[in-house]
Protein backbone atom coordinates (compact mmCIF):
# COMPACT_ATOMS: atom_id res chain seq x y z
CA UNK A 1 0.00 0.00 0.00
CA UNK A 2 1.16 3.32 -0.99
CA UNK A 3 0.25 6.84 0.17
CA UNK A 4 -1.90 9.23 -2.44
CA UNK A 5 -0.40 12.88 -2.34
CA UNK A 6 -0.61 14.90 1.25
CA UNK A 7 -1.55 11.35 3.43
CA UNK A 8 -0.52 12.65 6.58
CA UNK A 9 -2.42 9.38 8.07
CA UNK A 10 -0.60 6.47 6.31
CA UNK A 11 3.05 8.57 6.36
CA UNK A 12 2.68 8.80 10.36
CA UNK A 13 1.29 5.13 10.91
CA UNK A 14 4.22 3.11 9.31
CA UNK A 15 6.17 5.00 12.31
CA UNK A 16 3.44 4.46 15.23
CA UNK A 17 3.03 0.72 13.78
CA UNK A 18 6.75 0.01 13.54
CA UNK A 19 7.03 -0.70 10.01
CA UNK A 20 10.97 -1.37 8.71
CA UNK A 21 9.16 0.38 5.38
CA UNK A 22 7.56 3.57 4.91
CA UNK A 23 3.42 3.57 3.74
CA UNK A 24 4.39 6.30 1.33
CA UNK A 25 6.29 9.42 0.63
CA UNK A 26 7.04 11.98 3.63
CA UNK A 27 4.27 14.96 4.17
CA UNK A 28 6.90 16.34 6.21
CA UNK A 29 9.95 17.50 4.50
CA UNK A 30 13.65 19.25 5.11
CA UNK A 31 15.61 21.22 2.80
CA UNK A 32 19.11 22.28 2.89
CA UNK A 33 19.43 25.39 0.63
CA UNK A 34 23.28 26.33 1.57
CA UNK A 35 25.37 25.40 4.51
CA UNK A 36 27.12 28.43 4.27
CA UNK A 37 26.66 30.70 7.70
CA UNK A 38 28.23 34.20 8.18
CA UNK A 39 28.08 33.31 12.34
CA UNK A 40 29.70 31.42 13.79
CA UNK A 41 27.49 30.48 16.98
CA UNK A 42 29.43 27.99 19.78
CA UNK A 43 27.77 24.67 19.84
CA UNK A 44 25.74 24.81 15.93
CA UNK A 45 26.96 21.52 14.03
CA UNK A 46 27.54 24.62 11.38
CA UNK A 47 31.10 25.11 13.48
CA UNK A 48 32.38 21.57 14.10
CA UNK A 49 31.33 19.84 10.90
CA UNK A 50 34.29 19.70 7.69
CA UNK A 51 31.70 19.38 4.91
CA UNK A 52 32.70 21.79 1.90
CA UNK A 53 30.61 24.74 1.65
CA UNK A 54 27.79 25.34 -1.17
CA UNK A 55 24.57 25.81 -1.71
CA UNK A 56 22.30 23.47 -3.95
CA UNK A 57 21.65 25.08 -7.13
CA UNK A 58 18.25 26.17 -8.55
CA UNK A 59 18.10 23.26 -10.98
CA UNK A 60 19.00 20.52 -8.27
CA UNK A 61 16.06 22.17 -6.47
CA UNK A 62 13.69 21.94 -8.93
CA UNK A 63 14.53 18.49 -9.42
CA UNK A 64 13.34 17.46 -5.08
CA UNK A 65 10.73 20.07 -5.31
CA UNK A 66 9.35 18.06 -8.90
CA UNK A 67 9.63 14.91 -7.45
CA UNK A 68 8.28 15.77 -3.53
CA UNK A 69 5.89 18.55 -4.07
CA UNK A 70 2.54 16.65 -4.52
CA UNK A 71 2.83 14.91 -1.27
CA UNK A 72 4.83 17.21 0.94
CA UNK A 73 2.25 19.27 3.45
CA UNK A 74 4.60 20.97 5.46
CA UNK A 75 8.73 21.79 3.71
CA UNK A 76 11.20 23.12 6.46
CA UNK A 77 13.42 25.38 4.47
CA UNK A 78 16.59 25.97 6.14
CA UNK A 79 19.54 23.67 7.28
CA UNK A 80 23.06 24.40 8.90
CA UNK A 81 23.61 27.67 7.48
CA UNK A 82 22.06 30.56 6.53
CA UNK A 83 19.45 30.40 3.97
CA UNK A 84 19.45 33.47 2.84
CA UNK A 85 22.72 32.81 1.95
CA UNK A 86 21.44 30.42 -0.86
CA UNK A 87 21.06 31.86 -4.57
CA UNK A 88 17.76 32.98 -5.71
CA UNK A 89 16.20 31.46 -2.65
CA UNK A 90 13.22 33.39 -2.80
CA UNK A 91 12.67 31.92 -6.24
CA UNK A 92 13.24 28.65 -4.73
CA UNK A 93 10.22 29.41 -2.40
CA UNK A 94 8.04 30.72 -5.26
CA UNK A 95 8.74 27.40 -6.80
CA UNK A 96 8.44 25.64 -4.33
CA UNK A 97 4.74 27.12 -3.34
CA UNK A 98 3.48 26.52 -6.78
CA UNK A 99 2.95 22.72 -5.29
CA UNK A 100 0.27 24.23 -2.59
CA UNK A 101 2.93 23.24 0.38
CA UNK A 102 3.07 25.24 3.45
CA UNK A 103 7.18 26.63 3.44
CA UNK A 104 8.95 27.66 7.05
CA UNK A 105 12.14 29.33 7.02
CA UNK A 106 14.46 30.50 9.73
CA UNK A 107 17.11 33.38 9.48
CA UNK A 108 19.87 35.42 11.49
CA UNK A 109 18.07 38.98 10.56
CA UNK A 110 21.56 39.73 8.84
CA UNK A 111 20.43 39.89 4.87
CA UNK A 112 17.44 41.90 4.61
CA UNK A 113 19.19 45.49 3.91
CA UNK A 114 16.71 46.71 1.42
CA UNK A 115 12.82 47.16 0.53
CA UNK A 116 13.01 45.07 -2.24
CA UNK A 117 14.59 42.71 -0.92
CA UNK A 118 12.06 42.08 1.45
CA UNK A 119 9.20 42.44 -1.05
CA UNK A 120 10.68 39.60 -3.00
CA UNK A 121 10.18 37.38 0.13
CA UNK A 122 6.76 38.82 1.10
CA UNK A 123 5.88 37.79 -2.43
CA UNK A 124 7.49 34.11 -2.53
CA UNK A 125 4.37 32.82 -0.46
CA UNK A 126 6.69 32.05 2.21
CA UNK A 127 4.18 31.22 5.39
CA UNK A 128 6.61 31.48 8.47
CA UNK A 129 9.93 32.81 8.90
CA UNK A 130 11.76 32.17 11.97
CA UNK A 131 13.86 35.15 12.83
CA UNK A 132 16.79 34.55 15.37
CA UNK A 133 17.24 37.43 18.17
CA UNK A 134 18.92 35.98 21.13
CA UNK A 135 19.46 38.96 23.38
CA UNK A 136 18.05 42.91 23.16
CA UNK A 137 21.16 44.33 23.39
CA UNK A 138 24.89 44.37 21.03
CA UNK A 139 26.80 42.95 24.31
CA UNK A 140 24.40 39.72 25.21
CA UNK A 141 23.19 39.00 21.51
CA UNK A 142 27.26 38.57 20.82
CA UNK A 143 27.89 36.12 23.33
CA UNK A 144 26.18 33.67 21.28
CA UNK A 145 25.74 34.66 17.85
CA UNK A 146 29.53 35.33 17.37
CA UNK A 147 30.41 37.29 14.61
CA UNK A 148 26.94 38.88 14.39
CA UNK A 149 26.10 42.53 14.27
CA UNK A 150 22.73 43.13 16.72
CA UNK A 151 21.99 46.20 14.85
CA UNK A 152 22.17 45.22 11.63
CA UNK A 153 19.43 42.25 12.56
CA UNK A 154 17.22 44.54 14.77
CA UNK A 155 16.87 46.68 11.54
CA UNK A 156 16.38 43.93 9.19
CA UNK A 157 13.31 42.67 11.67
CA UNK A 158 12.01 46.31 11.62
CA UNK A 159 12.20 46.36 7.73
CA UNK A 160 10.94 43.28 7.39
CA UNK A 161 7.67 44.23 9.64
CA UNK A 162 7.30 47.32 8.20
CA UNK A 163 7.17 46.21 4.94
CA UNK A 164 4.73 43.77 6.12
CA UNK A 165 2.26 46.28 7.68
CA UNK A 166 2.74 48.79 4.52
CA UNK A 167 1.71 46.63 2.11
CA UNK A 168 -1.32 44.42 4.88
CA UNK A 169 0.27 41.20 3.89
CA UNK A 170 -0.84 38.49 6.12
CA UNK A 171 2.43 36.30 5.21
CA UNK A 172 5.22 35.78 5.98
CA UNK A 173 4.24 35.29 9.67
CA UNK A 174 6.98 36.02 11.67
CA UNK A 175 8.23 34.09 14.34
CA UNK A 176 10.74 35.97 16.91
CA UNK A 177 13.10 33.05 18.33
CA UNK A 178 14.98 33.73 21.25
CA UNK A 179 17.44 30.50 22.28
CA UNK A 180 17.70 30.60 25.72
CA UNK A 181 20.44 30.94 27.66
CA UNK A 182 22.00 31.74 30.63
CA UNK A 183 23.74 34.93 29.05
CA UNK A 184 20.01 36.07 28.14
CA UNK A 185 17.18 34.52 30.24
CA UNK A 186 17.22 37.55 32.26
CA UNK A 187 15.81 38.92 29.50
CA UNK A 188 13.09 36.65 28.68
CA UNK A 189 10.36 39.29 30.27
CA UNK A 190 11.82 42.41 28.26
CA UNK A 191 11.79 40.27 25.35
CA UNK A 192 8.04 39.10 25.59
CA UNK A 193 7.56 42.56 25.29
CA UNK A 194 9.67 43.76 22.78
CA UNK A 195 7.96 40.95 20.45
CA UNK A 196 4.53 42.59 20.89
CA UNK A 197 5.66 46.67 20.76
CA UNK A 198 8.25 45.75 17.38
CA UNK A 199 4.92 43.99 15.83
CA UNK A 200 5.91 39.99 15.72
CA UNK A 201 3.19 37.69 15.33
CA UNK A 202 4.39 35.26 17.28
CA UNK A 203 7.57 34.78 19.83
CA UNK A 204 8.96 31.29 20.91
CA UNK A 205 11.60 30.07 23.05
CA UNK A 206 13.69 27.43 21.91
CA UNK A 207 15.24 25.32 23.92
CA UNK A 208 18.96 24.69 24.30
CA UNK A 209 20.49 21.31 23.19
CA UNK A 210 24.06 20.57 22.62
CA UNK A 211 24.51 18.43 19.37
CA UNK A 212 27.98 18.45 19.72
CA UNK A 213 28.64 17.66 24.00
CA UNK A 214 30.81 20.78 23.82
CA UNK A 215 31.86 22.02 26.81
CA UNK A 216 30.32 25.11 26.45
CA UNK A 217 27.07 23.65 27.52
CA UNK A 218 27.28 24.11 30.64
CA UNK A 219 27.93 27.86 30.53
CA UNK A 220 25.09 28.25 28.03
CA UNK A 221 22.52 26.31 30.04
CA UNK A 222 19.50 28.14 31.77
CA UNK A 223 19.60 28.62 35.31
CA UNK A 224 15.45 28.32 34.93
CA UNK A 225 14.60 24.39 33.99
CA UNK A 226 12.01 26.29 32.24
CA UNK A 227 13.66 26.68 29.41
CA UNK A 228 15.97 23.85 29.35
CA UNK A 229 15.23 21.15 26.61
CA UNK A 230 16.47 18.40 28.80
CA UNK A 231 15.45 17.33 32.30
CA UNK A 232 18.37 16.88 34.31
CA UNK A 233 19.06 14.89 37.78
CA UNK A 234 20.78 15.53 40.69
CA UNK A 235 24.33 14.61 39.25
CA UNK A 236 23.87 17.31 36.43
CA UNK A 237 23.52 14.55 33.63
CA UNK A 238 20.24 14.84 31.54
CA UNK A 239 17.37 12.30 32.49
CA UNK A 240 17.17 9.88 29.34
CA UNK A 241 13.30 9.48 28.04
CA UNK A 242 11.66 6.60 25.87
CA UNK A 243 12.59 7.77 21.84
CA UNK A 244 9.10 7.95 20.30
CA UNK A 245 10.71 9.58 17.04
CA UNK A 246 8.74 9.07 13.92
CA UNK A 247 10.88 10.91 10.78
CA UNK A 248 12.30 7.68 9.82
CA UNK A 249 8.88 7.59 8.50
CA UNK A 250 8.16 11.46 7.97
CA UNK A 251 10.41 13.77 8.10
CA UNK A 252 13.79 13.35 6.11
CA UNK A 253 16.29 15.67 5.08
CA UNK A 254 17.80 16.57 1.89
CA UNK A 255 21.69 18.31 2.17
CA UNK A 256 22.42 20.99 0.21
CA UNK A 257 24.79 18.33 -2.17
CA UNK A 258 21.75 15.75 -2.11
CA UNK A 259 22.74 13.75 0.88
CA UNK A 260 19.67 12.14 2.58
CA UNK A 261 19.55 11.62 6.22
CA UNK A 262 16.66 10.33 8.29
CA UNK A 263 16.68 13.85 10.05
CA UNK A 264 19.14 17.32 10.70
CA UNK A 265 20.72 15.08 13.79
CA UNK A 266 22.52 13.16 11.19
CA UNK A 267 25.35 14.45 9.47
CA UNK A 268 26.28 13.43 5.94
CA UNK A 269 28.50 10.95 7.39
CA UNK A 270 25.05 9.21 7.91
CA UNK A 271 24.06 9.55 4.11
CA UNK A 272 21.34 6.59 3.08
CA UNK A 273 22.15 8.04 -0.43
CA UNK A 274 22.04 10.93 -2.57
CA UNK A 275 19.38 12.26 -4.32
CA UNK A 276 21.11 13.64 -7.42
CA UNK A 277 22.76 10.30 -8.24
CA UNK A 278 19.84 8.52 -9.27
CA UNK A 279 18.27 10.85 -11.67
CA UNK A 280 14.28 12.48 -11.49
CA UNK A 281 13.11 9.60 -9.06
CA UNK A 282 16.23 9.68 -6.78
CA UNK A 283 14.49 10.58 -3.61
CA UNK A 284 12.28 7.22 -4.16
CA UNK A 285 15.06 4.79 -4.48
CA UNK A 286 17.05 6.21 -1.31
CA UNK A 287 13.47 6.38 0.39
CA UNK A 288 12.65 2.92 -0.34
CA UNK A 289 16.00 1.68 -0.25
CA UNK A 290 18.10 -0.89 1.64
CA UNK A 291 20.19 1.62 3.53
CA UNK A 292 16.88 3.19 4.82
CA UNK A 293 15.23 -0.37 5.56
CA UNK A 294 18.25 -0.79 7.78
CA UNK A 295 18.50 1.82 9.45
CA UNK A 296 14.79 1.66 10.23
CA UNK A 297 15.14 -1.59 11.61
CA UNK A 298 18.23 -0.48 13.41
CA UNK A 299 16.58 1.99 15.48
CA UNK A 300 13.04 -0.69 15.80
CA UNK A 301 15.04 -3.13 17.54
CA UNK A 302 16.51 -0.15 19.68
CA UNK A 303 20.40 -0.92 18.54
CA UNK A 304 21.41 3.27 18.77
CA UNK A 305 24.73 3.38 20.63
CA UNK A 306 26.89 4.34 17.54
CA UNK A 307 24.19 5.84 15.77
CA UNK A 308 23.39 10.25 16.15
CA UNK A 309 19.90 8.54 17.17
CA UNK A 310 21.52 7.94 20.23
CA UNK A 311 22.71 11.27 21.63
CA UNK A 312 19.64 12.53 20.18
CA UNK A 313 17.48 15.01 21.99
CA UNK A 314 14.53 12.93 21.39
CA UNK A 315 15.94 10.48 24.01
CA UNK A 316 15.59 13.52 26.36
CA UNK A 317 12.45 15.16 25.37
CA UNK A 318 9.35 14.88 23.27
CA UNK A 319 9.31 17.45 20.29
CA UNK A 320 7.21 19.65 22.19
CA UNK A 321 10.52 20.39 24.14
CA UNK A 322 12.21 22.31 21.28
CA UNK A 323 10.27 25.55 22.09
CA UNK A 324 9.12 25.72 25.89
CA UNK A 325 7.15 28.63 25.23
CA UNK A 326 4.71 30.54 22.40
CA UNK A 327 3.27 33.56 22.65
CA UNK A 328 1.00 34.43 19.98
CA UNK A 329 0.60 39.03 19.56
CA UNK A 330 -2.59 38.37 17.37
CA UNK A 331 -5.04 35.92 16.09
CA UNK A 332 -3.67 33.38 13.72
CA UNK A 333 -5.07 30.71 11.12
CA UNK A 334 -5.55 27.26 12.62
CA UNK A 335 -3.54 25.76 10.03
CA UNK A 336 -0.53 27.34 12.39
CA UNK A 337 -1.28 25.86 15.68
CA UNK A 338 0.65 22.73 15.32
CA UNK A 339 4.03 22.57 17.21
CA UNK A 340 5.71 21.05 13.65
CA UNK A 341 6.15 24.67 12.39
CA UNK A 342 7.70 25.84 16.26
CA UNK A 343 9.49 23.14 16.64
CA UNK A 344 13.43 23.06 15.12
CA UNK A 345 16.02 21.00 17.21
Known amino acids: MYSEPGDWFLAESAGRLKLPFPLGYPT??????????????PICYTVADN???GSMTFEE???????????????QLWGWGEPFMAKDFSGMIRYAKKTGMKIISSTNGHFFENAL????????GLDVIMFALDGLDPETYAKYRRHGDFDKALAGLELLIRRKKERKAAFPLINLRLLVTRENEGQVNQMIQFGEKIGADVLTFKTLWNINHSADIEALLPENPAYRRARHGRDGDAIRVPNTCRRFWNNPVVYRDGEVVPCYFHTCDSSLGNIFAHGPRGFRRVWLGWKFTQRRLKFLAGRLEGSPCYDCALNFAPVDRFASHAFWYRPHPESFESETLFASG
Do not use: H, Y
Open 51 to 53: RPR
Open 117 to 124: DVDELIDS
Open 28 to 41: LFQIEPTNQCNLRC
Open 61 to 75: FKQVIDEIGDTTLLL
